[in-house]
């Protein structure tokens, strides 16, 4: 079997952003886990020299990029280039006119520099997870190219091997498919203990439509290094009917710590669900998590209650409500997971309903990921807006994130 290939291959996880700063011809020590690179590649790319960025994009790895265009696998491919990505103004693009008030209106991107000190046992030490497949190749290229190289290692993990994106082949038990996730997450987590427990204090993982906003993620996080006990922390969904038990979702990723990923390889992992052949891996994670006494930590905004890991993207995040009466499918899930956030009491506010969070209300301002950025130009769009300094003045979407900046 060709999928067996890579099974003892031993990935890089800073293979990505060694491969961008050299493409880039970024200068740096031999590690770029140091934190200085890796502000260095950051700033270089996404604030002084934005071009570099756009050229990253279109021609990285060209030969990868010519094999995407061939369109094996009659995916649409799309050219992902400043003239494109920035040519419809605000909200005309996949994040519409809700979606673009969200962005540019509450999220923040919090900016490294602000801590004052960078030393690096201050800076929590992540490793972004993806799990992904062939046919979702050119999203997973525009992912590792826009957040993924942010993470201090990102793996992809997929039925081939291309490590200058980060995409190594991992085989699991049983079939390549969504039905059997569950079989595939659990590979993952067994693979990344193995290799690199040691080297990151945290493990993100979510899928190929998944937004991360690193620098947010690991502010979020720095309370939590150092901690002696499990941290298991995402998006609360109510499990199905029930009206006060939950699960953590997977749509935006999921985080785990040293220890938590420490006990779910070795002790709950060999015993919990072992064969089964699933989709719903977040649901399984939480209910063998729950076994060993593990729950998924409270990651509201503590004083206000708004959400910081999102199951939906922007616009949809915006609009969300628990009286949606849209009957099956998606729409009742998301009315029901509306209606359960609405009965959650605050953090610091025990018996208080947090109630209805819609419009701005419905996000903290430094949130960590989004879900369901399901095209390469709305994962694209998505980043230029959070970081309005790449698009040039010269597009639409330039012109109006520097005139609502008063840079005009």
């Known amino acids: ?136 190749r050119q999203l997973q290229r525009t992912q590792a190219l826009t957040w993924g190289w942010q993470c201090d290692g ?4 997929s039925t081939e091997s291309i490590p200058q994106l980060g995409v190594i082949n991992l085989t699991h038990l049983g079939d390549e498919s969504y039905d059997n996730m569950w079989q595939k997450v659990r590979s993952i987590w067994m693979y990344v203990y193995a290799h690199y427990l040691e080297e990151y204090d945290f493990f993100h993982l979510g899928g190929d439509d ?15 290094l150092n901690q002696t006990d499990a941290v298991y922390l995402g998006q609360w969904i109510p499990l199905p009917g029930s009206n006060d038990k939950y699960y953590v979702s997977g749509g935006p990723g999921y985080t785990l710590n040293q220890v938590a990923l420490k006990r779910l390889v070795t002790e709950v992992l060999p015993k919990c669900r072992v064969g089964t052949r699933a989709s719903y891996e977040d649901r399984l994670v939480s209910q063998c998590f729950r076994e060993m006494n593990i729950t998924g930590g409270d990651t509201r905004n503590y004083d206000t209650g708004e959400q910081r890991y999102h199951d939906v993207g922007p616009s949809h995040l915006y609009t969300f409500r628990s009286t949606t009466t849209t009957t099956g499918g998606r729409g009742s899930f998301h009315a029901r997971t509306a209606a359960y956030w609405e009965r959650l009491s605050f953090p610091n506010q025990s018996g208080i309903m947090v109630g209805p969070k819609h419009e701005l209300q419905a996000a903290d301002a430094y949130s960590v990921s989004f879900h369901d950025i399901y095209h390469p130009l709305y994962m694209a769009r998505l980043h230029s807006i959070l970081y309005p300094e790449t698009c040039p003045s010269t597009t639409p979407l330039g012109r109006a994130l520097r005139y609502e900046q008063g840079d005009c």
């Open 154 to 157: 990102y793996l992809a993990f």
């Open 210 to 224: 998944l937004f991360v906003l690193v620098a947010n993620l690991k502010k979020f996080l720095v309370p939590f």
């Open 1 to 136: 079997d060709d999928h067996d290939n890579d099974k003892n291959i031993i990935a890089d996880p800073t293979s990505l952003v060694k491969g961008i700063a050299t493409f880039c011809s970024i200068p740096t020590t031999s590690s770029v886990r140091r934190y200085d690179d890796h502000h260095t590649i950051l700033t270089t790319l996404l604030y002084s020299q934005p071009h570099l960025y756009w050229n990253l994009l279109e021609h990285y790895e060209k030969t990868i990029h010519d094999d995407i265009n061939r369109d094996d696998d009659g995916a649409h491919v799309v050219r992902i280039s400043p003239e494109y990505t920035c040519a419809l103004g605000p909200g005309r693009g996949f994040e519409q006119d809700y979606g673009y008030r969200l962005l540019s209106e509450k999220i923040q991107i919090h900016n490294p520099t602000d801590n004052n000190n960078n030393n690096n046992n201050n800076v929590p030490r992540i490793l972004c997870l993806v799990y992904t497949y062939p046919k979702m």
